[in-house]
């Protein structure tokens, strides 16, 4: 039980630094839109946590009664491997964004080139 309020602990704390690292030292707090409902760093603290978990429990399993900088180490590698998850969909989120809006000015732009065509004939 006590493994799990540490790794709980700081793998929050891990994330909450990763996340402030990655938005260069500014904090996004929770935000409810219309559309939908933005965690913030929220997101950040979770998907550290879930790294950590899964680093600890199935990758290489340990407690911190066998070697605790051992677990210390695991710990932060699977909490930075959940932030590292999460920099890989928001990369993926922003090519996709930049496909789509290429995409949009080619095919706007065919339409006014089709458009000035059709004009001068």
């Known amino acids: 039980m006590l493994d799990v309020l540490v790794t709980i602990g700081i ?3 891990l994330g909450f630094l990763f996340h ?9 707090k929770p935000v409810n839109r219309k559309e939908s409902f933005e965690l913030g760093f929220i ?3 979770l998907t550290a946590i ?10 290489a399993p340990t407690s911190m009664a066998d070697d605790f900088g051992m677990y210390l180490i695991r710990l932060a590698i699977g ?3 959940g932030e590292s998850l999460l920099v ?9 964004k930049k ?12 339409e006014l080139e089709g458009d000035k065509d059709g004009n001068e004939e």
Not at 50 to 59: D, E, S, T
Not at 88 to 96: A, I, R
């Open 11 to 13: 793998a929050g704390v």
């Open 79 to 81: 909490a930075s491997l």
């Open 43 to 45: 997101f950040d603290i």
């Open 20 to 28: 402030g690292l990655r938005n260069n030292k500014r904090f996004v």
């Open 50 to 59: 879930i790294g950590a978990f899964f680093m600890l429990l199935v990758v």
């Open 88 to 96: 890989h969909l928001d990369s993926n989120k922003e090519k996709n």
């Open 99 to 110: 496909k789509l809006l290429q995409d949009f000015e080619e095919s706007l732009n065919e």
